[in-house]
């Protein structure tokens, strides 16, 4: 060896001997032989660049160590001896700790997360694995699930509408339009004139009228051109006071707004004061009516509007992505809107336990339901916690879930990997609860404690084989998936119905957007007691197009027959008047309605300025051609 290299070893060797000599090396008498030999090979090892301990194949750490995925014991087999087990179970499998190495290398650690699955003693089963069946509820509901209606009566189409909208709720609605238009529409050169019942049953079937007949603006439907038509608008109700109705139409009174103003920035301040009194009417009337089945769903609907309150949501995924949220719950089987209320923000009154376990606590209680419901929830309201809660109330229920939400297992002992096929299956109990993971086009995670974990139910999926032909195969599905895609729709549904023909419209005030939304879940609930009363006594029931048609025309002959005035012949209370007092020939002329020339006179009860002159006698073939 040349000197250099020599030397230049002996200091490298100097100076390993002082950065790691310790107090007890200076005792030679405590040094074996076959200690200083394994000194001296670490040592040179050390001076070629290596590491005797780290590098060491007789030291190793199966707590850091991948273990092979075999079979294990369940854990209701513990009185089974660990002689029974394979040999090729790592340690962390059977459920007891591994020893961590003494001498264990810096960074070779592989964090805290496989000892503490390990000591859990959790692990993903397959569908080979046999799971329980668990005791299905007995279902004791507090009423007869469906309508409470008498069964032999017969309802018309107004009747079912009118048990949400009573004439006592219309004629709260008329008071506060009347003080409210008086206090804001009520000017000198026009004068605030109070509606009445009439008018408002004619203004409803208007309202429901433009759900199935749409048109650009609302003044469209009151125009005279041949590309707008609209007779029946026209013969029901004026313009004029449709518009009047729905500029100054008020839900709550003046004293408790002003009430209610008076508490603004305290805890006591009712954001919902302005739609309060119908908001709750529809609530009592859509559970008085009728009671759910045993499966039921909650989730949230989207009302669009984008009126500048503070409670307005924005949701990006959503289809409707501004609005008002709504938290719904409905029967699965028909979408009966059965109860509901609105999001206001942030609650004081939170149990710490999340939005979405409020919620479902608020909407589903037992000692209005009764007991042994289904309940079906998707990702948002799932937890462990929540469906604990529920089956000590003695509902059942069952969710997708989020792998990261709190009490979803986090072992991945056995758990889906990338390689595993289309319709695998892998579960998980934890008594009451049953978790599941099934492939499919995408991983689906669900959470009962309803359903056992696996059965011979199939699905068909169209899937390609090796030569790239696609072909239609069974896979398994487990019970929890194919009831909550069966059972899970029940508010979708209920948005469905509603979307088809709904009656809102754009409006700057958000307590009218939700009058015209109240009147959309009356119209569908109605629709659906309809179809329950034709199923009993073996009619084929309207689809909803026509019942709303229906509904519409009974809105509008229900009101002449209520208004003493109306059901007299109207040519005599028509008036013809001058449209300018100051008898000028040229001045305060306007358009006749129906030959568009320039008029001097106008009908003083329709507010229709038209011809009434020798050869053009436009007064009167307007009012026969309108039925006036």
């Given at each position: 060896m040349p000197k250099h290299k020599e030397k230049r070893r002996s200091s490298l060797t100097a100076t390993v001997e002082e950065c790691t000599r310790r107090d007890s090396d200076?005792?030679?008498?405590?040094?074996?032989?076959?200690?200083?030999?394994?000194?001296?090979?670490?040592?040179?090892?050390?001076?070629?660049?290596?590491?005797?301990?780290?590098?060491?194949?007789?030291?190793?750490?199966?707590?850091?160590?991948?273990?092979?995925?075999?079979?294990?014991?369940?854990e209701d087999t513990d009185e089974q001896t660990s002689e029974s087990e394979p040999d090729t179970v790592p340690r962390q499998a059977r459920g007891t700790p591994?020893?961590?190495?003494?001498?264990?290398?810096?960074?070779?650690?592989?964090?805290?997360?496989?000892?503490?699955?390990?000591?859990?003693?959790?692990?993903?089963?397959?569908?080979?694995?046999?799971d329980i069946t668990p005791t299905q509820p007995t279902f004791r509901p507090l009423r007869n699930p469906g309508s409470q209606l008498i069964t032999i009566a017969d309802y018309s189409v107004l009747d079912l509408f009118q048990l949400f909208f009573t004439k006592?709720?219309?004629?709260?609605?008329?008071?506060?339009?009347?003080?409210?238009?008086?206090?804001?529409?009520?000017?000198?050169?026009?004068?605030?004139?109070?509606?009445?019942?009439?008018?408002?049953?004619?203004?409803?079937?208007?309202?429901?009228?433009?759900?199935?007949?749409?048109?650009?603006?609302?003044?469209?439907?009151?125009?005279?051109?041949?590309?707008?038509?609209?007779?029946?608008?026209?013969?029901?109700?004026t313009g004029k006071k449709f518009l009047t109705i729905s500029r100054a139409l008020h839900l709550s009174s003046a004293a408790e707004d002003e009430a209610n103003e008076r508490k603004r920035g305290t805890r006591e301040f009712d954001r919902l004061c302005k739609i309060k009194p119908l908001y709750i009417e529809i609530r009592e009337a859509c559970k008085r009516i009728y009671h759910p089945d045993q499966h039921i769903s909650v989730d949230e609907r989207m009302v669009a509007s984008k009126a500048r309150v503070i409670f307005k949501q924005y949701i990006k995924n959503k289809p409707v992505r501004w609005g008002f949220?709504?938290?719904?719950?409905?029967?699965?089987?028909?979408?009966?809107?059965?109860?509901?209320?609105?999001?206001?923000?942030?609650?004081?009154?939170?149990?710490?336990?999340?939005?979405?376990?409020?919620?479902?606590?608020?909407?589903?209680?037992?000692?209005?339901?009764?007991?042994?419901?289904?309940?079906?929830?998707?990702?948002?309201?799932?937890?462990?916690?929540?469906?604990?809660?529920?089956?000590?109330?003695?509902?059942?229920?069952?969710?997708?879930?989020?792998?990261?939400?709190?009490?979803?297992?986090?072992?991945?002992?056995?758990?889906?990997?990338?390689?595993?096929?289309?319709g695998s299956?892998?579960?998980?109990?934890?008594?009451?609860?049953?978790?599941?993971?099934?492939?499919?086009?995408?991983?689906?995670?669900?959470?009962?404690?309803?359903?056992?974990?696996?059965?011979?139910?199939?699905?068909?999926?169209?899937?390609?084989?090796?030569?790239?032909?696609?072909?239609?195969?069974?896979?398994?599905?487990?019970?929890?998936?194919?009831?909550?895609?069966?059972?899970?729709?029940?508010?979708?549904?209920?948005?469905q119905l509603i979307g088809y023909y709904d009656v809102l419209h754009k409006t700057k005030?958000?307590?009218?957007?939700?009058?015209f939304h109240f009147v959309d879940i009356a119209i569908v609930n109605a629709f659906i007691l309809y179809q329950a009363q034709c199923k009993v006594k073996g009619l084929v029931p309207m689809h909803q197009k026509a019942f709303r048609e229906t509904l519409a025309v009974e809105l509008s002959m229900v009101g002449p027959q209520q208004s003493t005035s109306q059901q007299e012949h109207l040519e005599p209370h028509h008036r013809l008047v001058h449209i300018n007092d100051s008898g000028e020939r040229t001045s305060g002329r306007l358009k006749c309605r129906k030959c568009h020339a320039k008029t001097p006179v106008k009908c003083a009860t329709c507010n229709m300025p038209l011809c009434f002159v020798a050869n053009r006698d436009c007064y009167n073939e307007w009012h026969r051609e309108n039925n006036m």
């Amino acid at each position: 060896m040349p000197k250099h290299k020599e030397k230049r070893r002996s200091s490298l060797t100097a100076t390993v001997e002082e950065c790691t000599r310790r107090d007890s090396d200076f005792s030679d008498n405590d040094v074996s032989e076959v200690d200083s030999n394994i000194s001296d090979v670490a040592e040179d090892t050390f001076l070629e660049g290596e590491d005797a301990i780290l590098d060491s194949s007789e030291l190793s750490d199966p707590a850091w160590e991948p273990g092979t995925r075999t079979a294990e014991v369940p854990e209701d087999t513990d009185e089974q001896t660990s002689e029974s087990e394979p040999d090729t179970v790592p340690r962390q499998a059977r459920g007891t700790p591994a020893k961590r190495a003494r001498n264990r290398g810096r960074g070779r650690a592989r964090g805290g997360g496989a000892t503490t699955t390990a000591e859990t003693g959790q692990r993903w089963y397959d569908d080979q694995d046999p799971d329980i069946t668990p005791t299905q509820p007995t279902f004791r509901p507090l009423r007869n699930p469906g309508s409470q209606l008498i069964t032999i009566a017969d309802y018309s189409v107004l009747d079912l509408f009118q048990l949400f909208f009573t004439k006592t709720v219309l004629q709260t609605i008329i008071n506060n339009t009347n003080e409210h238009g008086r206090a804001h529409y009520n000017k000198p050169s026009e004068p605030w004139t109070d509606i009445t019942l009439p008018d408002m049953f004619l203004y409803l079937s208007i309202v429901v009228y433009m759900g199935f007949v749409k048109a650009p603006a609302l003044t469209d439907y009151w125009r005279t051109s041949s590309l707008y038509s609209f007779p029946f608008t026209k013969k029901t109700i004026t313009g004029k006071k449709f518009l009047t109705i729905s500029r100054a139409l008020h839900l709550s009174s003046a004293a408790e707004d002003e009430a209610n103003e008076r508490k603004r920035g305290t805890r006591e301040f009712d954001r919902l004061c302005k739609i309060k009194p119908l908001y709750i009417e529809i609530r009592e009337a859509c559970k008085r009516i009728y009671h759910p089945d045993q499966h039921i769903s909650v989730d949230e609907r989207m009302v669009a509007s984008k009126a500048r309150v503070i409670f307005k949501q924005y949701i990006k995924n959503k289809p409707v992505r501004w609005g008002f949220k709504l938290f719904v719950l409905a029967e699965s089987r028909t979408g009966y809107t059965w109860d509901y209320f609105v999001y206001e923000g942030k609650s004081t009154e939170r149990t710490g336990k999340g939005l979405g376990y409020d919620t479902v606590m608020k909407l589903v209680n037992p000692a209005i339901l009764g007991t042994g419901y289904k309940l079906y929830l998707d990702n948002f309201y799932t937890s462990p916690t929540l469906l604990r809660d529920l089956y000590q109330q003695r509902i059942w229920a069952c969710g997708t879930m989020r792998i990261n939400g709190v009490g979803y297992p986090k072992t991945k002992i056995n758990a889906l990997d990338s390689i595993a096929l289309r319709g695998s299956i892998r579960w998980l109990r934890e008594d009451p609860l049953l978790f599941v993971q099934w492939r499919d086009t995408r991983d689906v995670f669900l959470c009962s404690t309803i359903h056992t974990a696996h059965g011979t139910e199939t699905v068909k999926r169209k899937m390609k084989d090796k030569e790239g032909h696609w072909s239609s195969k069974d896979i398994p599905i487990p019970p929890a998936v194919k009831d909550y895609n069966q059972h899970m729709g029940g508010v979708d549904l209920s948005d469905q119905l509603i979307g088809y023909y709904d009656v809102l419209h754009k409006t700057k005030k958000w307590y009218k957007t939700f009058f015209f939304h109240f009147v959309d879940i009356a119209i569908v609930n109605a629709f659906i007691l309809y179809q329950a009363q034709c199923k009993v006594k073996g009619l084929v029931p309207m689809h909803q197009k026509a019942f709303r048609e229906t509904l519409a025309v009974e809105l509008s002959m229900v009101g002449p027959q209520q208004s003493t005035s109306q059901q007299e012949h109207l040519e005599p209370h028509h008036r013809l008047v001058h449209i300018n007092d100051s008898g000028e020939r040229t001045s305060g002329r306007l358009k006749c309605r129906k030959c568009h020339a320039k008029t001097p006179v106008k009908c003083a009860t329709c507010n229709m300025p038209l011809c009434f002159v020798a050869n053009r006698d436009c007064y009167n073939e307007w009012h026969r051609e309108n039925n006036m």
